[in-house]
């Protein structure tokens, strides 16, 4: 954890509301895991008061990047900056996503994001390609849910990656119309283990529809899959309930109003089974077994 | 020259002082700042059993301020003591405990028990406006006021104040700072009884009770409806407040609220100040406490003043 003044290397607008920041960060960018943020402090003065937090988007070399969405004042600010200016910002913060449950023979992932979520899951993508780069079978599928075609981000960075991307946006404008939870859920019922060829079903397979309790029994005795997922509150607790009902390993990023980021104003608590944890330090990513349904 | 200054019996090598609640245990600082510069760390307010606090949100930012209702969330005073006070020992600089209690009694024995796990001073939180009534009615006697549904706050009263004080003091030869509430109309009264109990030094301000709406949802944007307002937006009543009680007691004050600069540290201290302690600007520059320390140091360096006593309550009136 660091608290460090950061070159802007650039900030460049994506769409009509988004926008990359890349920053010089090379403590950051060496400790940094996928899942972890920073909190950027957005002015000198005292508006905004508080820090910003964000995830970090990717890692390259010594440079980190946030993806992040005009939604405030914050953010306006944020966007109005130039490169060769300086960001003072402290990370990486919070505990990042498990990989352990993602490596090994057989395995793969489906990372789930919905609008912004994408912001995190990208360095996730990144790091477990890297770590099993010569597991051919290994297959990510990301899903990625908008509400419009515009708002799709990071389609083709995922297709580089070699990752198979299904797409759902509200309109139905590109992909599958509806929301993603469903083609989530569709693959889930399909059964993730059954094809035995690290292949998932097409979507839309008749078996889609079909929740066969056997099948489904089968399938978790040994779940080969693992969900990673970052969206809007709902759209994790639909995945929430998902991983328990499909008995699938799970690991949702959640995010709340929060004050520092390292664990002293204790502002950012989440209700869990086990009683309030902190989204900056004990998350921001959970284990949905943890989480209330 | 010299920026060291006592609080009763406790001596401080500047002083700067970090609030309560917004530096954790202290240890979650420990990667940005050399703690051991630091005037002296006051930690979270710790009650005598575990607290799990308030509902989410528990912080919103509001214009140059935030507003908080963490609700008094601790593990209380056993694991204080166990895992919390090691870390602390071993700080070259000053500890001292913040203490919260539903009565004079709960107050009293908290003060005895670190006192004895060799703690030498607290500050005694008399304010802390975000304790929901069925949680903790922090003065029960007072109950039957209706129209005040008990969530009256012990410094909101003389009696109450004078008697939770002599309590503690009962109990301790510690230092004992006692830490006021601003939702008062005439803090120096408070501040008074403070000093007649036995209290070594008075600490204000705690946060003002505030709230903040979402529009769009018309739902409060807190969970707990009200919370403590702090930050730069408090500074100038803070400060109005502490000159206030400085003429009225003789024992150390210490100023609090939106100390963001070096400068704004020195108007409580030209105010009457004897100490500051730095809270919210903590969450957005941890090592402020370190900068604020030196930005004194520059400006008694600069004035050519030998010692920082010769500035406290040095405000020029015609
Ligand atoms: C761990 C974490 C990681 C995040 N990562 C990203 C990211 O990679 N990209 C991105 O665009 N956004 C991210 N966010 C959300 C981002 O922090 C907020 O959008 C941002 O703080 C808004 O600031 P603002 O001043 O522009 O808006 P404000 O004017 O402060 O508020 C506008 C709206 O933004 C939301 N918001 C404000 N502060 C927070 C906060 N602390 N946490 C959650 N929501 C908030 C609220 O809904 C608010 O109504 C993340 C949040 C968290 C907690
Ligand atoms: C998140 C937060 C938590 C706080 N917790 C406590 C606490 O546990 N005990 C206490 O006496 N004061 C607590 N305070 C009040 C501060 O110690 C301080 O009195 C107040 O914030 C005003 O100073 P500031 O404007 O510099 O923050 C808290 C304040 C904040 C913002």
């Known amino acids: ?293 | 020259m010299s920026i060291a200054v006592c609080l009763g019996g406790l001596k401080l090598k500047n002083p700067v002082l970090v609030a309560s609640g917004t530096f954790g245990y202290t240890e979650e600082f420990k990667g940005f700042v050399d703690l051991n510069k630091i005037g002296a760390v006051i930690s979270k307010t710790i009650t005598l059993e575990p607290r799990q606090g308030n509902a989410p949100p528990r912080v919103v930012e509001t214009p140059s301020g935030m507003l908080n209702s963490i609700g008094l969330e601790n593990d209380g005073v056993k694991h204080f003591i166990v895992e919390k006070l090691p870390f602390l020992r071993k700080l070259k600089t000053q500890v001292i405990a913040s203490i919260a209690g539903a009565r004079a009694a709960e107050y009293a024995e908290l003060a005895k028990r670190l006192d004895a796990a060799g703690v030498l001073a607290v500050e005694l939180n008399l304010s802390c406006p975000n304790l929901k009534s069925h949680q903790s009615p922090v003065i029960p006697w007072r109950a039957q006021a209706s129209h005040q549904k008990n969530n009256q706050l012990i410094s909101q009263d003389k009696k109450a104040t004078y008697g939770v004080v002599k309590a503690a003091r009962k109990m301790t030869k510690g230092v004992i700072i006692a830490k006021l509430t601003p939702n008062v109309t005439d803090i120096a009264e408070i501040a008074k009884a403070a000093e007649d109990a036995g209290a070594d030094s008075v600490s204000l301000v705690n946060t003002f009770l505030a709230m903040s709406i979402d529009v769009n949802s018309r739902r409060p944007k807190l969970g707990n409806i009200t919370g403590g307002l702090s930050g730069p937006a408090i500074k100038p009543i803070a400060l109005r407040m502490v000159w206030e009680a400085a003429q009225k007691v003789k024992i150390p004050v210490i100023g609090i609220g939106g100390i963001m600069t070096a400068e704004d540290a020195l108007e409580f201290i030209i105010a009457g100040a004897t100490a500051v302690e730095v809270g919210t600007a903590n969450f957005i520059n941890p090592r402020v406490s370190i900068e604020i320390i030196e930005g004194i140091k520059g400006y008694i360096r600069k004035h050519k003043i030998s010692n920082i006593k010769n500035l406290i309550g040095s405000i020029e009136i015609q």
């Open chain 1, 1 to 293: 954890m660091f608290c460090v003044k950061v070159k802007i290397i650039s900030n460049k607008k994506i769409g009509q509301k988004y926008f990359k920041i890349r920053l010089e960060a090379p403590k950051i960018a060496g400790e940094a895991l996928p899942g972890q943020f920073v909190m950027a402090r957005i002015s000198d003065d005292y508006e905004p008061l508080l820090r910003r937090p964000f995830s970090i988007h990717r890692v390259i070399g010594k440079e980190i990047e946030i993806f992040y969405e005009i939604k405030g004042k914050g953010t306006e600010i944020l966007s109005k900056k130039k490169a060769g200016e300086y960001l003072d910002v402290i990370g990486p913060l919070g505990n990042g996503f498990d990989l352990r449950r993602a490596k090994g023979e057989g395995r793969r992932a489906i990372i789930v994001a919905g609008g912004m979520g994408v912001a995190p899951l990208t360095f996730l993508a990144e790091k477990l390609r890297s770590i099993e780069p010569r597991i051919s079978n290994f297959e990510i599928a990301v899903l990625l849910g908008a509400r419009t075609k515009e708002q799709v981000s990071c389609e083709k960075e995922f297709k580089n990656l070699g990752c198979d991307v299904k797409i759902a946006t509200d309109d139905g404008s590109h992909g599958f119309k509806g929301r993603i939870t469903e083609l989530l859920e569709e693959i889930l019922a399909t059964g993730y283990t059954l094809t035995g060829t690290g292949r998932l079903y097409p979507y839309g397979h008749k078996q889609a529809t079909g929740k066969n309790k056997k099948q489904l029994a089968a399938c978790s005795l040994q779940p080969a899959a693992v969900v990673y997922a970052c969206g809007p509150k709902p759209m994790l607790k639909e995945i929430t309930r998902l991983a328990e009902c499909y008995h699938i390993p799970a690991w949702v990023s959640l995010e709340e109003y929060m004050a520092c980021g390292f664990g002293a104003c204790l502002g950012c608590v989440v209700q869990t089974k086990n009683g309030y944890k902190y989204v900056c330090k004990e998350g921001p990513v959970f284990n949905t077994e943890e989480l209330l349904p």
